[in-house]
């Protein structure tokens, strides 16, 4: 079984250059470790870039896990660096919080009764 990666699963939906797409998998390369958890096939990252260079950029990383709730995070950080760490950090922060509410260990109506 392969494991996602961002490199694997990421579609780009608007506002990155082909040249910038090396740079953007590296910046966002630190949720591969919380991606590894699910099969390859069942994840989709989505990532698009509104009013680039403005002052109302925004940007949007979205995560398709099969069998889970959608998880958007966005940044509204008009540099590209800062916005694609913060769309990161936040991805990894509500994909560690579903695992955990969906874990019996972190969950008591999930626990099996004795």
Excluded: W, Y
Aim: no cysteine; net charge neutral; hydrophobic share 35%.
């Amino acid at each position: 079984m392969t494991t996602p990666t961002v490199a694997s699963t990421l579609q780009v939906t608007h506002g990155i250059a082909e040249a910038e797409l090396g740079h953007v998998i590296d910046t966002l390369g630190r949720l591969d470790e919380r991606l590894r958890s699910f099969r390859a096939d069942a994840v989709e990252l989505h990532l698009g870039v509104k009013e680039r260079d403005m002052a109302s950029q925004r940007t949007t990383l979205e995560a398709r896990i099969a069998g889970r709730p959608r998880l958007v995070a966005t940044s509204d950080r008009p540099d590209l660096d800062a916005a694609l760490i913060e769309v990161r950090d936040d991805l990894i922060r509500q994909i560690s919080d579903a695992k955990n509410r969906t874990e019996p260990k972190n969950n008591p109506s999930l626990r099996q009764k004795e």
